[in-house]
Structures are given as C-alpha cells and as structure tokens.
C-alpha cells in the first residue's frame, strides 16, 4: 500500500508525496544547446566560419561550455505537474554571397537558457558574439562567446596570398587562427563536447564552423568535421548546434548552423506530458533501465511531469 499524506513527519514539502518520490526523487538532468551561427561569404578571399550555440549540461559528471574551469551546473527538481517552457533554437542561415551570416537562435528549458552561436563575418566586418563566437572575415576579428557556455572564434588573416577568415568557436574549445605558411589553412573550428545523457556518447556537438580560403591553393582548414560542423559547401548537422562553415574562392554559399536541441533525463518511474509546438521522439530508456530521457529538436511548448 503507498502511503500518500505524510503530513505529520515534521517535514516541509512532504505532503501529497508517496514512498516512491523520496526512492527515486524527481530530478532532470538536461543537455540544452542553442543553434548555431551561420558561416560568412566572400567571392574573392575567405569568410569566417559560424560560432557553436551556447553549451549547458547539469549532466552528472560532464562540463558545460566553455572550458573545464565552468562550475557544474545544478540538476534541475520540477514540481509535479507543472508546465515548463521548452524552446528549441533554429541553426542560423549562412552567407548566399559576400556578407556576414545570421546568428543562432536560442533554447532554453525552465527559463535555463542558452545563446545563440555568432555569426561568421567577412572582409572588414567582424564575427559576431554568441554562446561562442563568429570567426572574422579576412580582415577583420573574430567574436567572444559567453561565459559557460562557449569560446572565442579567431580573427582572419589579411596577408597576400592567403586571406583567409576565421573559424567560429566551439562549445569546449576556442578556434585555432589561420596558418599563413605552407600548407595553408584557414581558422579551424573550435572542438565541441561530447554527452551520455542517452546513455552513450553522443558522437560530439557545438563544434564551431571553420573558415575559408580564397582557393584551392590557399584551401579550407574544414575539411575535418569538427563534432557536427560541416567542411565547405554544406550545411552543419540538424540538432548539433554547430556553427556554418565560411564561403570563400569558388566554393559555393556559406554553410547553414545547425539547429539546436533539448535533451532531458529523469528517473524511469516518472511520465512527461508534452504539449503542442514540441517535435521530439517520445520517451526513450538509457541503457542502464533505471532512467528515461526524451529528446526535442524543434519548436517551443509546454512539459510538465508526473
């Protein structure tokens, strides 16, 4: 028989709950990741590469963005059957031509949010700020990322031959600047994080978007995908949060960030209700059994738990 009222322990906040709740207390973990930036464009000499989208994990044992001295952050006690705002950021679009790209969307669970990756710049106009930043066009400087959440891009280089931009910030670390010696690159992407909040590794998110160059003689340091970034001529991964890839040379548009996602992760004997403008999976188990996690990879809506 479960015992439902303990309202005589002497206990504050025990009322209504059963042996169950103090076995297995509720408590979400949650992976929250901002879309990324999009790349920037440049005919002639190379654009910056998109920022990741900001980074925040309460995960047990697991960082946030921004480096390994971010403080953890706290596991999140929902109270049962109350509605909680789930937002999902869209990726930002990259450069179509000369131009800077747009920055990520932000997402946020709980009003715990994160913010979106900086766009990448091009020529004299910088990268912009964000959950991490936009890496510079040739001439101009990359952007800071925001505190636990992300890293810096890195700035161009304006120097005959190479003109080469930027690569945007990763969710752990920051862009690696051009090398204006043979062979040549442009600025790499920023390394993203991995997660086990499913309950295995996640093969790797929030990478920063790399920069380019102007040819193939002077070539794109992206042609390593760098945790959901994309090399050049393509778009970054649905739900990774990295950032675009610069548009330099003939190499086609800038790349797409990509979008954001919002992982939550409970205790098996507990349901989530999910409202509508939420797209995910539904609930699935973690290897171990003893937890669930639901995944949402787009839209914004209301949870609640019970």
Same mark, same amino acid.
């Given at each position: 028989? $479960?015992?439902?009222?303990?309202?005589?322990?002497?206990? &504050?906040?025990?009322?209504?709950?059963?042996?169950?709740?103090?076995?297995?207390?509720? %408590?979400?973990?949650?992976?929250?990741?901002?879309?990324? !930036?999009?790349?920037?464009?440049?005919?002639?000499?190379?654009?910056?590469?998109?920022?990741?989208?900001?980074?925040?994990?309460?995960?047990?044992? %697991?960082?946030? !963005?921004?480096?390994?001295?971010? /403080?953890?952050?706290?596991?999140?006690?929902?109270?049962?059957?109350?509605?909680?705002?789930?937002?999902?950021?869209?990726?930002? =679009?990259?450069?179509?031509?000369? !131009?800077?790209?747009? =920055?990520?969307?932000?997402?946020?669970?709980?009003?715990?949010?994160?913010?979106?990756?900086?766009?990448?710049?091009? /020529?004299?106009? $910088?990268?912009?700020?964000?959950?991490?930043?936009?890496?510079?066009?040739? /001439?101009?400087?990359?952007?800071?990322?925001?505190?636990?959440?992300?890293?810096?891009?890195?700035?161009?280089? &304006?120097?005959?031959?190479?003109?080469?931009?930027?690569?945007?910030?990763?969710?752990?670390?920051?862009?690696?600047?051009?090398?204006? +010696?043979?062979?040549?690159?442009?600025?790499?992407?920023?390394?993203?994080?991995?997660?086990?909040?499913?309950?295995?590794? &996640?093969?790797?998110?929030?990478?920063?978007?790399?920069? /380019?160059?102007? +040819?193939?003689?002077?070539?794109?340091? !992206?042609?390593?995908?760098? &945790?959901?970034?994309?090399? $050049?001529?393509?778009?970054?991964?649905?739900?990774?949060?990295?950032?675009?890839?610069?548009?330099?040379?003939?190499?086609?548009?800038?790349?797409?960030?990509? $979008?954001?996602?919002?992982?939550?992760?409970?205790?098996?004997?507990?349901?989530?209700?999910?409202? =509508?403008?939420?797209?995910?999976?539904? %609930?699935? +188990?973690?290897?171990?059994?003893?937890?669930?996690?639901? %995944?949402?990879?787009?839209? +914004?809506?209301?949870?609640?738990?019970?």
């Amino acid at each position: 028989m $479960s015992i439902t009222n303990i309202s005589n322990s002497g206990l &504050d906040g025990t009322k209504g709950r059963s042996l169950a709740d103090f076995a297995s207390p509720l %408590e979400v973990q949650y992976l929250i990741i901002a879309g990324g !930036g999009g790349g920037g464009g440049q005919w002639v000499r190379g654009g910056g590469g998109g920022g990741a989208g900001g980074y925040r994990s309460s995960v047990i044992g %697991e960082n946030s !963005g921004g480096g390994s001295s971010v /403080a953890p952050e706290t596991v999140f006690t929902p109270v049962k059957s109350t509605n909680y705002t789930v937002t999902v950021g869209a990726g930002g =679009s990259g450069a179509g031509s000369d !131009g800077v790209g747009a =920055s990520g969307n932000s997402s946020s669970f709980a009003g715990i949010s994160c913010t979106g990756g900086g766009y990448g710049g091009y /020529a004299t106009s $910088s990268g912009a700020s964000g959950g991490s930043g936009g890496g510079g066009g040739h /001439a101009s400087y990359g952007a800071s990322g925001t505190s636990g959440q992300g890293t810096s891009g890195s700035s161009g280089k &304006d120097q005959n031959p190479f003109f080469a931009g930027g690569g945007g910030g990763g969710a752990s670390a920051a862009s690696v600047a051009p090398i204006n +010696s043979s062979p040549y690159y442009a600025g790499a992407g920023g390394v993203g994080l991995h997660s086990s909040i499913k309950g295995s590794d &996640d093969g790797g998110k929030a990478g920063g978007g790399p920069g /380019a160059g102007y +040819s193939e003689a002077y070539n794109f340091a !992206g042609q390593v995908k760098y &945790d959901g970034a994309a090399s $050049s001529g393509s778009n970054s991964a649905a739900n990774s949060g990295a950032g675009g890839p610069g548009r330099g040379g003939d190499h086609g548009g800038a790349g797409n960030g990509g $979008s954001g996602v919002v992982i939550l992760k409970y205790p098996n004997i507990y349901n989530i209700t999910v409202g =509508s403008g939420l797209s995910s999976g539904g %609930e699935q +188990s973690t290897d171990g059994g003893a937890y669930k996690y639901i %995944e949402f990879t787009s839209g +914004s809506g209301n949870v609640s738990f019970a």
